[in-house]
């Protein structure tokens, strides 16, 4: 519905992963980086490292110019706590864990409509309504003009778009 790009990744998130996400921010517009980590000392340390990295390459390339705000949208303490979330001891041994406080837990611990909830909430919270509902009545008069473009062409080709195979719509 937003059309939002999404990246995905397992575990520490690669170089390539992250250098592929900063391309995909516009230098002419204001951008938001949603993002989602395990609960716990290394998903802390991977979203600081992702805008540590973003930072470097914004600087490098971009004279620190580039408009770009961090979300964290899951998982918080907050969200641990009151999704009841599953925990498990947070592993000591890492030299993250340090200033870690409390128990550890897995992104996927959270359902996909947690998720998707906390993405929406997020989301919604950084566009301006009326444009979006402006944006979106344009689309809709957009996709009805090129429907009606799509028939015309078809009916002067004779097909109908009804009746022929791979044109129902």
Do not use: C
Not at 25 to 50: H, I, Q, R
């Amino acid at each position: 519905e937003f059309r939002v790009p999404l990246l995905s990744g397992g575990g520490q998130p690669s170089l390539t992963l992250q250098r592929n996400g900063f391309e995909l921010l516009d230098p002419v517009k204001y951008n938001v980086v949603f993002t989602l980590f395990d609960w716990d000392p290394s998903g802390n340390v991977m979203a600081a490292d992702l805008e540590d990295k973003y930072g470097f390459w914004n600087d490098r390339e971009h004279g620190g110019d580039l408009d770009v705000e961090y979300v964290r949208v899951a998982l918080t303490a907050d969200q641990v706590g009151a999704w009841n979330l599953p925990t498990r001891p947070t592993k000591t041994r890492s030299t993250h864990a340090r200033s870690f406080v409390g128990d550890s837990v897995e992104l996927d611990a959270a359902t996909p409509a947690q998720l998707r909830g906390a993405l929406r909430q997020a989301i919604e919270a950084v566009i301006d309504p009326a444009a979006w509902r402006v944006a979106k009545k344009h689309e809709a008069t957009l996709t009805r003009a090129v429907r009606q473009v799509v028939i015309a062409i078809l009916a002067a080709a004779e097909v109908d778009p009804m009746t022929e195979p791979g044109t129902r719509w």
